[in-house]
């Protein structure tokens, strides 16, 4: 028992730290497959009955019943289905394995080989070539704008060069385990990927970096986020944006920073988040996270934001990916059925093949399996 849950530990900090686990096994891998199978087996007898929907986690005409919650105090939520608004529907492969439009064959192979686990030196070499060929001509990028006193508090500004006017702002959070990461690297794609995109949609792009642990521990990363929104909403109509039409999106840590935001933040002056693969509950032993949110096991009932985030009014929409490792998935599950429990409005989907660092590398390429719903999901947030 203590060697599975050291190997899963160790998966977990390679993911969000972005490094290669090529090594690293899940001493549970035999049961997963077991799982799969069975999961595929009922698939396939459905697939006849033609492509699957993801369904929209929209406020539910009835509360399901609910049973005891756990010692966290997080509701256990029963997986009722959602109410679909026709308007949100994100149409997926019948069988979920299925590459997703736009994927090239040979990623999906490779994804598909890599599996539930991280591997960044071959995804980063599957997306490198789909993004060396691109030319951004019609944007304009700033680097390096400060937000705040710290060397740490930067970002990088992709606009439009044909100006406008209320446009929408995309405010990307780069993940890293907490202690490392950056919006951009030298001679890398990831995350201009983000901020080109966004711009070249019609969107304001905003990457950013945050401090880092373990010199800054929680809730540094929050307060971060509250001094990059004020930043960006003091500078929007400088640059054709709407201050009432930001977006903040933010992937594996950086989903964290932003829902620790949302929950220590009344009011949030948003006007909706996506998180992509995030950590939302640190459990009741000492977490993998722990440079960050410390060895007191005491404190992480009130560090954890699960809770508070399902009553949060705020639009969201929350996805992971088929190929996530698999101690990610909870989370954002729990989180959507709570959410549809309590009426709050929310989008949910699940990326077929695609993997912890595929899901944001994709941004920018022919596959729009994230980018068309959040691009949707900006462009008419759910109420």
Known sequence: MQATRLARASLLACALAGMACVGTQDPESPDRARQAAEVQ??????ASAGPRLIRVAAPSPALPPAGPPPARGIPDIPATEPVIRQDLLVQSPAVITDA???????????????????????TTALY????????????????????????????????????????????????????????????????????????????????????????FQYPSGAED?????????????????DPARIFLWGHSAGGAHVAD????????PLAGAILTSGVFNLGDTVSVWKDYYGEDVSLYAQRSSLPRLIQVSLPLLVNWAELD?????????RLVAGRRAAGKPTVSLILPNHSH??????????????????LQFIQSPPR
């Open 225 to 241: 986020m509250a001094r990059a929104v004020a930043w960006v909403q003091q500078q929007a109509r400088g640059w054709g944006a």
């Open 128 to 215: 490198a070539p789909l993004h060396a060929e691109r030319e951004h001509d019609a944007v304009e990028l700033r680097r390096d704008l400060s937000y705040g006193p710290h060397e740490r508090h930067r970002a990088d500004v992709f606009m439009p060069k044909t100006r406008g006017a209320a446009r929408a702002v995309a405010v990307f959070v780069h993940g890293g385990g907490f202690t490392r990461g950056a919006k951009s690297a030298s001679g890398q794609f990831f995350y201009d990927n983000i901020g080109y995109w966004a711009a070249e949609n019609g969107l304001i792009g905003v990457t950013l970096n945050y401090r880092l642990a373990p010199e």
């Open 357 to 374: 660092l595929s899901e944001a590398y994709a941004i920018g390429t022919a596959d729009e399996s994230l980018s068309a719903p959040v």
């Open 41 to 46: 087996a009922a698939e396939d007898a459905s």
């Open 261 to 268: 935001y949302l929950v220590r933040t009344a009011q949030p």
């Open 325 to 333: 490792p698999p101690d990610f998935v909870p989370d954002s599950e």
């Open 100 to 122: 997703p439009a736009g994927m090239p064959p040979e990623v999906a192979a490779v994804l598909r080989e890599i599996g539930p686990r991280i591997d960044a030196q071959r």
